[in-house]
């Protein structure tokens, strides 16, 4: 077969395809394969029809369709089906052909199948790939690592179909070896369940306690997409709660309280668990998902469990005000968390993450897309090595003007028996951050009192560690000092 395709991709998904559409519209040729053969055809006689699109039913035909250095991207299920296509892949290409895994991957995989492919003298790229079926199609934000080698090869293509900053930058670069992409795919999806839930947590407050239509939520919501919280999920919010079913009665009011996940924000958590991060709000965002998902046993519970009456707000317009800048100050926590795991995974994995350039990424195409994002990319500029979100200017500003309000609003919701999860573990979180004690002294007694784990002290050198016999009968041999 003539090698005249530019690309390859495997899996015609919702994704999948759209992905090559693009792809194809930016002046490349594309060979496409599923394992169901069926969609390869229906998909080259209807939307493909009349572009440069290869519709091939096998793998061996996509290789040999392809260019070198071959670039294969899979658009597959995570997990399994990712090695399985791996390994079919493999007798068939040549040492420098790149293999690129777009799906939703966990982290330690692509680190991985980085070490495998390379020590066959292949490449890897795993990338992540976020928007949804809009942003695959029209420009996506793709978060690329893996083999540094590989880069310069799809470069052209990958920054040609990625989404577009105001002055042209695509949302589109090198993030890190092996893991890395992946890594900051996952993290995108972590923030991406805090945002969602804060946002569900105001839209709770306006709901139960102001009492307020889908139309006047529709309201708030546009206004706030005007000023600092503008972004693409208030904005797709605000039509949510505009939108009607056949009857003319708001939609959303008619769908089931009960969150589905795929698993993208249980691994930011789980790895934050791992690393020591304090990943706080996207955990708790997590778990909210998982307390809705028991619907049957809540509207039982609601029947014999009982909290206030609640009481009526009587500056309405003063309140949501209070609510956006509650709803900003815990966001801000949640992408001050974001980050601090980032960095925690490039000191474990000697990643060189740009964290300024992966705000740059977030830009566009994404689902968190957002005006926010530039001031993350701002401070990073100013502090490369800023600890923490909360250090910088005008975040600390921000946090600090919003305080008081946060705090009303906070307060407010649980008087009246209001679920906050979100809002208030983003309160938490600060409280902790900006406190020089924590009663962690008196942990670490307890710890040392029943298993000898020994503690420092405030008048001695860190790292110089001690053991109190506090009962008279333990005696004086100490447990090993170590952090898990």
Same mark, same amino acid.
């Given at each position: 077969m003539q090698q005249q395709a530019d690309f390859g991709l495997v899996g015609l998904a919702v994704m999948g395809e759209n992905l090559v559409l693009n792809i194809e519209s930016r002046g490349f040729t594309v060979a496409v394969f599923n394992r169901t053969v069926e969609k390869v055809y229906h998909f080259v006689q209807g939307r493909a029809k009349g572009k440069k699109i290869i519709g091939l039913h096998s793998i061996p035909e996509l290789v040999a369709s392809l260019k070198k250095p071959r670039k294969i991207m899979l658009m597959v299920k995570a997990g399994k089906p990712v090695d399985d296509f791996i390994e079919q892949i493999i007798p068939h290409i040549e040492k420098g052909d790149i293999i690129i895994d777009g799906g939703n991957s966990h982290y330690p995989d692509t680190i991985r199948r980085t070490k495998y492919l390379e020590s066959k003298g292949f490449l890897f790229i795993g990338t992540g790939v976020s928007g949804g079926e809009e942003g695959a199609l029209l420009g996506p934000s793709v978060m690329p690592g893996g083999s540094p080698a590989a880069w310069p090869h799809v470069k052209p293509i990958f920054q040609s179909i990625a989404a577009k900053v105001a002055d042209g930058t695509p949302c589109c670069d090198w993030v890190g070896s092996d893991g890395a992409g992946h890594f900051v795919k996952m993290v995108h999806n972590g923030i991406e369940y805090g945002d969602m839930q804060?946002?569900?947590?105001?839209?709770?407050?306006?709901?139960?306690?102001?009492?307020?239509?889908?139309?006047?939520?529709?309201?708030?919501?546009?206004?706030?997409?005007?000023?600092?919280?503008?972004?693409?999920? %208030?904005?797709?919010?605000?039509?949510?709660?505009?939108? #009607?079913? =056949?009857?003319? /009665?708001?939609?959303?009011?008619?769908? @089931?309280?009960t969150a589905g996940q795929k698993g993208t924000g249980k691994w930011t958590s789980v790895t934050s668990l791992d690393l020591g991060i304090p990943l706080t709000l996207i955990s708790e965002s997590v778990f909210a998902r998982c307390l809705s998902a028991i619907k049957e046993e809540r509207v039982a519970a609601a029947k014999v469990l009982h909290g206030p009456k609640g009481s009526a707000i009587a500056e309405k317009q003063a309140f949501l005000a209070d609510l956006e800048k509650a709803l900003y100050a815990s966001k801000i926590v949640s992408y001050a968390q974001g980050f601090t795991l980032m960095s925690a995974a490039a000191v474990e994995y000697k990643w060189k993450?740009?964290?300024?350039?992966?705000?740059?990424?977030?830009?566009?195409?994404? %689902?968190?897309?957002?005006?926010?994002?530039?001031?993350? #990319?701002? =401070?990073?500029? /100013?502090?490369?090595?800023?600890?923490? @979100?909360?250090?910088?200017?005008?975040?600390?500003?921000?946090?600090?003007?919003?305080?008081?309000?946060?705090?009303?609003?906070?307060?407010?919701?649980?008087?009246?028996?209001?679920?906050?999860?979100?809002?208030?573990?983003?309160?938490?979180?600060?409280?902790?951050?900006?406190?020089?004690?924590?009663?962690?002294?008196?942990?670490?007694?307890?710890?040392d009192?029943?298993?000898?784990?020994?503690?420092?002290?405030?008048?001695?050198?860190?790292?110089?560690?001690?053991?109190?016999?506090?009962?008279?009968?333990?005696?004086?041999?100490?447990?090993?000092?170590?952090?898990?």
């Open positions: 804060l946002i569900c947590e105001a839209y709770q407050i306006m709901h139960e306690l102001l009492g307020m239509s889908a139309d006047e939520m529709h309201d708030v919501f546009t206004k706030w997409n005007t000023g600092d919280l503008d972004s693409y999920l %208030i904005d797709i919010t605000k039509d949510i709660l505009a939108f #009607k079913d =056949a009857d003319g /009665k708001p939609l959303v009011d008619k769908i @089931l309280d993450l740009n964290y300024g350039g992966i705000a740059l990424l977030w830009r566009g195409g994404c %689902i968190i897309r957002s005006a926010f994002l530039s001031k993350i #990319k701002e =401070a990073f500029d /100013k502090n490369p090595d800023l600890a923490n @979100l909360l250090l910088d200017e005008y975040f600390r500003q921000k946090i600090e003007s919003s305080q008081e309000a946060w705090r009303r609003v906070i307060a407010t919701a649980v008087t009246n028996g209001i679920w906050v999860p979100a809002f208030s573990t983003a309160l938490n979180y600060f409280d902790g951050y900006r406190n020089a004690r924590l009663p962690a002294n008196l942990l670490q007694a307890q710890r009192y029943f298993g000898a784990h020994t503690y420092e002290r405030i008048d001695k050198p860190r790292g110089e560690f001690f053991h109190t016999n506090w009962t008279g009968r333990g005696g004086e041999t100490a447990s090993s000092t170590y952090v898990v």
